[in-house]
């Protein structure tokens, strides 16, 4: 039988933990967002400078697991001097880490935009960051919204992974309080469900941005 | 403004090709073509698909880069070589501004409005306000005859009027010269007149254009001079009647018998 008593004792708590647990994916996301951005326009430019690098970046990346990478953030790099807080260390690793997949979806993206567009701005005159920013992202938009999206909820989700690196977010609020309740079930049920609202919501709150991204869109 | 000055007053050929070649790997698409278009003048390119014609249309405003000759656009070289990468994008820049182009596929951009298309380069590149820009872009929807579709996205157009759209578009720049690049070939055949009713309207007050084309009704009615490309080489090129009536080379006669049986 579920212990309803404990739950809604330890409820604020968990809360807590879970407004950490936003705060950490919201800023990751945001910041995510920018590093694939210019590392999705950098694999395609033809600047070797830009490119190599990005490349390395999202493969190094995509081919070895978030949890050592979190690892190395905030236990290796102190040997280098670089000390981040938890909090930071785990806003680094999401960020580096998100981006990677993101500068993908990214680059999918303007790249399904059809040549035809980038000549008629072109004939009109218009530069190439002026082309990039008002006539091709818009369009590529449409397309990578969703997968973004579906990276952010993956996101959301792996940041449970901070808490092995001493940030108390949610994973670790419900840890800690099994700890003195000896009550695993219920403490990881609620943290469940609250990652559920987080990861359910961000997906109702994507629908909306889509429908307006889609003005214009064959049916 | 003085660069505007510059294309309105220049008084020799608004454009003036000189040994034109473009090679595409091994494959020589433009085998060093000469071509002067003059003030308002009309010329048409035909001949058979893979001549050349289209790539020289797309030389002319360097979406394709020569391999080798000279594009002067009002007296200016287009293809310098004397510009570092950002100066030369600057002055391709300007210079696009001065030649309007219309493509096969009307490329307009599905995101933005009829009126939208029409205002964002006038605002973006030229800098103009918007209310300016927006005032002369329903002047030339009314023109084209497509006034009462500002507010509608080009899915929602048939093709004649999202070609006429992209036709409005380009003069929104106030340009010059207007380059057609088969700009009624994927249209279905009962919307083909609507665009070249606008295209000889543009015509008859004295735009100059340079007009790629399978339409030869049209070339033979509106155009000024008619050029016949084939294999990268312009074989003959004269006034429509003479093209048309009485071609002299043997290519000539077998495209246009094949065309007009």
Redesign the interface.
């Known amino acids: 039988m579920l212990d309803w008593s404990i739950i809604i004792h330890y409820f604020p708590f968990l809360f807590k933990g879970a407004l950490l647990t936003l705060q950490i994916s919201v800023i990751s996301l945001i910041l995510g967002l920018a590093v694939g951005l210019a590392a999705a326009l950098s694999i395609l430019s033809h600047n070797i400078l830009l490119r190599w690098p990005a490349r390395f970046y999202v493969w190094i990346i995509r081919s070895t697991p978030l949890l050592v990478q979190l690892f190395i953030i905030y236990y290796g790099l102190p040997q280098f001097g670089i000390d981040l807080n938890p909090f930071w260390s785990g806003v680094l690793g999401l960020a580096l880490n998100t981006g990677a997949y993101n500068a993908e979806t990214i680059r999918a993206g303007i790249l399904s935009v059809p040549k035809g567009q980038v000549e008629a701005a072109r004939s009109l005159g218009m530069g190439s960051s002026l082309t990039m920013r008002r006539i091709v992202l818009p369009q590529a938009m449409r397309l990578i919204i969703p997968p973004l999206g579906n990276n952010f909820i993956i996101l959301i989700k792996d940041t449970s992974l901070v808490s092995t690196i001493t940030l108390v977010e949610l994973t670790l609020t419900a840890q800690r309080l099994i700890g003195s309740t000896y009550k695993p079930f219920e403490m990881y049920l609620m943290a469940a469900v609250l990652y559920a609202v987080l990861t359910t919501g961000s997906s109702l709150l994507l629908r909306q941005f889509e429908k307006r991204a889609l003005k214009g869109a064959a049916a | 403004m003085s660069a505007n000055n510059a294309f309105a007053t220049h008084e020799g050929a608004m454009i003036d090709l000189r040994g034109l070649r473009k090679s595409f790997g091994s494959n020589e698409v433009l085998k060093g073509i000469d071509l002067t278009v003059q003030r308002s003048e009309v010329q048409v390119l035909i001949g058979p698909s893979g001549s050349g014609k289209s790539t020289l249309l797309r030389c002319v405003?360097h979406?394709e880069q020569p391999s080798g000759g000279q594009i002067l656009v009002a007296g200016e070289l287009v293809n310098r070589s004397d510009l570092k990468p950002r100066a030369f994008?600057?002055h391709l820049?300007?210079i696009?501004?001065h030649?309007?182009?219309v493509?096969q596929?009307f490329?307009?951009?599905?995101?933005?409005?009829v009126l939208e298309n029409v205002v964002?380069?006038p605002v973006?590149?030229?800098g103009r306000s918007k209310d300016e820009a927006v005032a002369d872009a329903e002047e030339l929807l009314a023109k084209v005859g497509l006034a009462d579709k500002r507010d509608a996205?080009?899915?929602s157009l048939s093709g004649g009027q999202q070609q006429r759209v992209?036709i409005a578009?380009?003069l929104a720049?106030k340009p010059s010269v207007m380059l057609f690049d088969e700009v009624t070939s994927a249209l279905d055949p009962e919307l083909v007149g609507e665009v070249l009713r606008v295209m000889e309207d543009l015509a008859a007050e004295g735009m100059t254009m340079m007009v790629v084309t399978h339409e030869m009704g049209f070339a033979e009615r509106v155009g000024d001079r008619v050029i016949f490309m084939a294999d990268g080489n312009i074989v003959e090129e004269g006034v429509p009647a003479e093209i048309f009536s009485h071609p002299r080379e043997e290519r000539t006669k077998r495209f246009l018998g094949d065309i007009l049986k």
């Open positions: 405003n979406l994008q600057r820049n300007r696009r501004t030649l309007g182009m493509f596929q490329n307009l951009f599905p995101h933005k409005t964002e380069a973006q590149v030229l996205y080009p899915v992209a578009r380009a720049m």
